[in-house]
DNA sequence: ACTCCAAAA
DNA sequence: TATGTTTTGGAGT
């Protein structure tokens, strides 16, 4: 199968990708608005990381450093930025804004100031619905069952602008594909409207078929407004195809996926020589610019020998074919539904000078504060659950438990023989079993981050660095990962609650116990917790391997995993597990 | 499971 | 990777 046939284009959904305008400059206007009439910088560290327009106007930019800055614009308004809560609690508010506001549950964050939403069932079913003899006059429904919810809008042209700008007459092959997308035009305006109207924040926006497009296509008009990458999608014998020429104008670094080592990569078989250094369109211009049309054009270019040039030790499988389809628009990945757990949470400080043991603890006792507030807030949900809720008192469960707790460092490289300092970006790690007592929900934050760091992190931190000195660190992570969802949330494929359900059969176990008794009677408490709900221990969690830090820990062996659901039960619990499967709803 | 890397914001 | 902080996903072991 040769490059071009293993290329197949599938544009039967609608992504519709949303980027907030200078997201995190918006988020200190919305909590202060006199500051929307000011050159507005956030800064985290020496740098500039997001200005608001006015600024922009005045020569500042992204990632500029601060003293630069100052000198461009003397007058800027420069606020702290490194503590990241107040924008991912932004973030989440319209994240969640727009997740309901569309059908699937396909809604997607990339990093806190995007989002993909995958609209294909909403607009097929307004396609569905169009009165093609009065099109200027469509309603579009946001509400299959209620008719009257909605917005009225004009089906026979696409809102806002179009890419290419110009739109030609839509041939008969492209017509419903076309259809399609005005209808998510449309929708598109109506979202971003009503994010400026209920949460005070702007957006722009692009609409396509894919994520890449959807993406690349919405950078053409900002800020505050939205781009529709218009048909053919395909090559025709009349025209060419609007995404080929379209892609081809980009930079092949500027594809997302296409990031700074394989770009260099591409480069440098492209021009035939090692690229001079990082992105070359910065302050090079002509000379290092490398095109996407450069790359699909050049003698013998396809998934082959993309392969040949990506390929080898480490790079992902198939990194070919699938840059092959990045610079030609095609990426077939879906918009990933909704989750409720983050898989990783990670906090992390750089530092100008860090070697020694104790300001190494100060340090992570910093960050272990931070890091187990961060665990309560994501992790954990109000438990309303009314055998619980007793005396008024919300209590709060845990939605999933990490596993794993991680710590890794940047160690400052050590000076060079001829006195320069390399700068090096490389990390290390150690990782081990998350304790369980940081799962309490009643000890207090401080000690539990204290004895986080005595138990776990200083021990890790002496196998990261067995040197008693000599090292000098320029940035430290503590990241909890490997989560483990907990019965009290999981939900089978049928979208029951399994732990509701336990809880209902309550009577149905309890014969169980009795006999269970003479088999585990330690365990007999915790599994009454479980079926009461209760939060504190962790019956559900894998067998943690014996460390010699971690000793106060007798639940964890004898589980089993139900083949029904996956879920870990207690060994001798899994028969009456399996007869719950048996029951009728 | 553990560690590192690449990419994204 | 000019610069910062956090998250995801993949590969190799």
Redesign the pocket.
């Known amino acids: 199968m040769d490059g071009a046939s293993s290329l197949k284009r599938h544009d039967s959904r609608m992504i519709i990708h949303f980027?907030y305008d200078c997201?995190y400059a918006s988020v200190f206007e919305a909590e202060n608005p006199a500051l929307k009439n000011q050159p507005l910088a956030v800064q985290?560290?020496?740098?500039?990381?997001t200005c608001n327009y006015e600024a922009r106007r005045r020569g500042l930019?992204?990632?500029?450093?601060i003293t630069?800055a100052k000198k461009v614009c003397p007058d800027v308004v420069t606020v702290l930025?490194?503590?990241?809560t107040r924008f991912?609690n932004a973030s989440k508010e319209l994240y969640s804004f727009l997740r309901k506001s569309i059908w699937s549950g396909q809604a997607e964050?990339?990093?806190?100031?995007?989002v993909f939403l995958d609209c294909t069932d909403m607009v097929n079913y307004n396609i569905d619905i169009l009165n093609h003899n009065d099109l200027p006059h469509s309603f579009f429904c946001l509400d299959q069952s209620d008719p009257t919810v909605g917005f009225q809008y004009d089906a026979s042209e696409p809102f806002g602008p179009t890419y290419p700008p110009e739109a030609g007459a839509v041939s008969d092959q492209d017509l419903q594909l076309y259809r399609r997308l005005v209808l998510g035009s449309h929708l598109a305006r109506y979202l971003r409207h009503e994010l400026e109207k209920e949460k005070g924040y702007t957006a722009t926006v692009g609409i396509s078929t894919n994520k890449i497009l959807s993406?690349l296509v919405g950078n053409l008009h900002k800020p505050k407004s939205q781009t529709t990458l218009v048909p053919p999608y395909d090559a025709s014998a009349s025209s060419e195809s609007h995404v080929t020429t379209f892609m081809d104008s980009h930079d092949i670094?500027?594809?997302?996926?296409?990031?700074?080592?394989?770009?260099?990569?591409i480069r440098a078989r492209i021009l035939g020589r090692q690229p001079a250094?990082?992105?070359g369109l910065?302050y090079g211009g002509t000379k290092e610019k490398v095109t996407v049309r450069d790359v699909r054009t050049f003698v013998g270019m396809g998934p082959e020998m993309l392969e040949e040039i990506l390929g080898?030790?480490?790079?992902?499988?198939?990194?070919g074919g699938k840059i092959w389809g990045l610079i030609q628009g095609v990426d077939d990945v879906e918009v990933?539904q909704a989750?409720k757990?983050?898989?990783?949470?990670?906090?992390?400080?750089?530092y100008t000078r860090l070697d020694t043991l104790d300001e190494v603890r100060k340090k992570l006792n910093l960050?272990s504060n931070?890091l187990i507030r961060?665990m309560h807030l994501?992790l954990t949900e109000d438990d309303d659950d009314a055998e619980n809720a007793e005396h008024g008192i919300l209590k709060r469960r845990w939605l999933a438990r990490p596993?794993?707790l991680?710590l890794?460092t940047r160690p400052r490289p050590a000076v060079n023989p001829d006195g320069t300092r390399?700068?090096?970006?490389?990390?290390?790690?150690?990782?081990?079993?998350m304790p369980t007592f940081a799962f309490s929900l009643t000890e207090n934050v401080h000690a539990l981050a204290d004895r986080l760091v005595q138990d776990s992190l200083i021990p890790c931190f002496r196998?990261?660095h067995p040197e008693r000195s000599g090292w000098n660190l320029s940035?430290v992570?503590v990241?909890v990962?490997?989560m483990a969802e907990t019965a009290a949330d999981s939900k089978d494929s049928d979208g029951r609650d399994i732990s509701r359900m336990f809880r209902r059969q309550d009577d149905v176990l309890k014969e169980w116990r009795v006999v269970d008794e003479d088999v585990a009677p330690h365990l007999t408490d915790d599994v009454n917790d479980l079926l009461e709900g209760s939060v504190d221990v962790d019956v559900y969690s894998?067998a943690t391997?014996p460390t010699s830090w971690e000793s106060d820990d007798e639940v964890q062996d004898n589980m089993d995993v139900c083949g029904r659901c996956g879920l870990s039960v207690p060994s001798f619990a899994l028969l009456a597990h399996e007869r719950f499967h048996q029951m009728p709803d």
């Open positions: 980027d997201f985290q560290k020496q740098i500039i990381v930019y992204k990632l500029q450093l630069e930025g490194e503590d990241l991912r964050r990339l990093g806190f100031d995007e993406k670094g500027s594809i997302p996926g296409i990031g700074f080592k394989i770009s260099q990569k250094f990082d992105e910065v080898g030790p480490g790079s992902q499988r198939g990194i990933s989750k757990v983050p898989s990783q949470i990670s906090i992390e400080d750089s960050l931070s961060r994501d596993r794993t991680r890794t390399s700068r090096s970006f490389n990390r290390i790690s150690r990782s081990l079993p196998k990261l940035l992570n990241a990962t490997n894998e391997p």
